[in-house]
C-alpha cells in the first residue's frame, strides 16, 4: 500500500510562489509516473504535471514555463514549484503516483493540499 502526503500549500498573492512537496511512503513498485493534478470549483480535475520513471516531464499548457516538476527518486518524493502565481490557478491539488505492477494498473492519491492566489 502506498501513501501520499502532501504539504506546502496556501495562500498568496498573485504573482508570487509556493512550492508543494508529496511524500509516498511504502514500496512502490513498476512506477510509470508520479505528477500533481489540480480540482477548482466547478472544474474538472486536471493534469497540472507529471514525471515518468525516466525523469521525463509533462505539463499543462497553461503552466507551462511558471511551474516546475522534480523528483528525488532516492527519497520517493515529488515536487511542484509554482512560480508567477495566477488566481486561475486556485485549486486543491492533488498528488498522484500511477504503477503499474503485475499486469495491473494502480493509481495513488494524496488528500489534497489548497492553493489559493489572491489578485
Known amino acids: 500500500q502506498v501513501e501520499l502526503v502532501e504539504s506546502g500549500g496556501g495562500l498568496v498573492q498573485a504573482g508570487g510562489s509556493l512550492r508543494l512537496s508529496c511524500a509516498a511512503s511504502?514500496?512502490?513498485?513498476?512506477?510509470?509516473?508520479m505528477g500533481w493534478y489540480r480540482h477548482a470549483p466547478g472544474m474538472q480535475r486536471e493534469l497540472v504535471a507529471r514525471?515518468?520513471?525516466?525523469?521525463?516531464?509533462d505539463y499543462a499548457g497553461s503552466v507551462k514555463g511558471r511551474f516546475t516538476i522534480s523528483r528525488d527518486s532516492t527519497k520517493n518524493t515529488v515536487n511542484l514549484q509554482l512560480n508567477s502565481l495566477k488566481p486561475e490557478d486556485t485549486a486543491v491539488y492533488y498528488c498522484?503516483?500511477?504503477?503499474?505492477?503485475?499486469?495491473?494498473?494502480?493509481?495513488?492519491w494524496g488528500q489534497g493540499t489548497q492553493v489559493t492566489v489572491s489578485s
Open positions: 498522484n503516483v500511477n504503477c503499474n505492477h503485475l499486469g495491473f494498473l494502480y493509481n495513488y
Open positions: 511504502g514500496i512502490i513498485f513498476g512506477l510509470n509516473f
Open positions: 514525471i515518468t520513471s525516466g525523469g521525463t516531464t
